[in-house]
């Protein structure tokens, strides 16, 4: 039988050790998941340690013929290495059979941004009578102003936001911390919505922990909720895209990008521990910048 707890293990790690949210660590677990399914259907091996790379080629052709994504495949493929590293640095088997696959290279799409005038629409939507959406407002501003994942938003404490200096403290991916500024008008729409919104429904509930974004029972917000939040603000717009929190992310730094900002510092903000997962942002803008040079220069129209 395969060493189910292994997973458990492996599973346990992401979540202490290296502070994955939950929903990351659901993903490789179903990742490996689905290669264990597929050795189990297959008369495969019976442990982890008897996998070959002639079973990883045979998943990967596997993988191709029922028509996943180059970008599916590739992550499916990052999850097993990523067990089978934790399997050898603890002694649990001797090899990694997944570092030498080479895989088809996947089609590299530049993130979806919205430019400032989209951003704008979004902010009238979020505007409206009831103290939820304040919550709404605040929401919207936060993301687009500080750039934080989803899952550090929702995590956000009252503790790690000072209005003093306009910082906020964010607990980022594998336990790394940064400061992160946030402007004028993100610390507005914050201050009424913590006055005017979450205080109140934190009485009414009798709700009692730190955490700043509340649901309407005054509960911790989930990353569901603030996706479902986005697309109700989408939905008021007049703008006719659809919506992720992600997307937020990739406008503030093209944004800054576009206005001058150092890549380093856009890097730092980001939380990225590697500038060239931030270099991604340089082609958004270099495409940007084409598209208003052949819409205003006279000579580049045809």
Request: aromatic share 12%.
């Amino acid at each position: 039988m395969l060493e189910l707890n292994w997973l458990d293990l492996f599973i346990q790690y992401l979540n202490v050790e290296r502070q994955y949210s939950p929903e990351t660590s659901k993903a490789y677990q179903e990742d490996i998941l689905s290669f264990i399914n597929f050795l189990k259907n297959n008369g495969g091996v019976d442990s982890f340690k008897a996998i070959k790379l002639l079973d990883v080629r045979t998943y990967l052709s596997y993988l191709y013929e029922q028509q996943y994504s180059r970008n599916s495949v590739s992550r499916k493929i990052s999850s097993l290495r990523s067990f089978y590293n934790y399997l050898v640095k603890n002694s649990f088997v001797a090899v990694n059979p997944f570092t030498s696959v080479q895989l088809k290279r996947h089609n590299a799409h530049l993130p979806r941004f919205f430019y400032e005038k989209e951003m704008q629409a979004l902010f009238d939507a979020a505007q409206g009578d009831r103290p939820l959406d304040l919550r709404n407002s605040a929401l919207l501003e936060v993301l687009y102003a500080t750039g934080i994942r989803v899952s550090e938003c929702v995590n956000l404490t009252l503790d790690a936001v000072d209005f003093d200096l306009s910082v906020m403290l964010i607990h980022g991916k594998g336990n790394k911390d940064r400061y992160v500024p946030f402007g004028h008008f993100a610390a507005e729409a914050l201050d009424r919505y913590l006055t005017d919104c979450r205080t109140p429904l934190m009485t009414k509930y009798h709700a009692e922990h730190d955490y700043v974004f509340v649901n309407h029972y005054g509960k911790q917000l989930t990353a569901t909720g603030v996706e479902y939040i986005l697309n109700q603000i989408i939905k008021k717009s007049s703008l006719t895209s659809d919506i992720h929190p992600h997307m937020l992310r990739h406008t503030f730094a093209t944004h800054l990008l576009n206005n001058g900002a150092d890549l380093r510092t856009v890097q730092e903000l980001l939380g990225h521990s590697s500038l060239s997962t931030t270099q991604i942002y340089t082609h958004v803008t270099t495409e940007h910048l084409q598209q208003d040079y052949r819409k205003y220069f006279p000579r580049a129209k045809s």
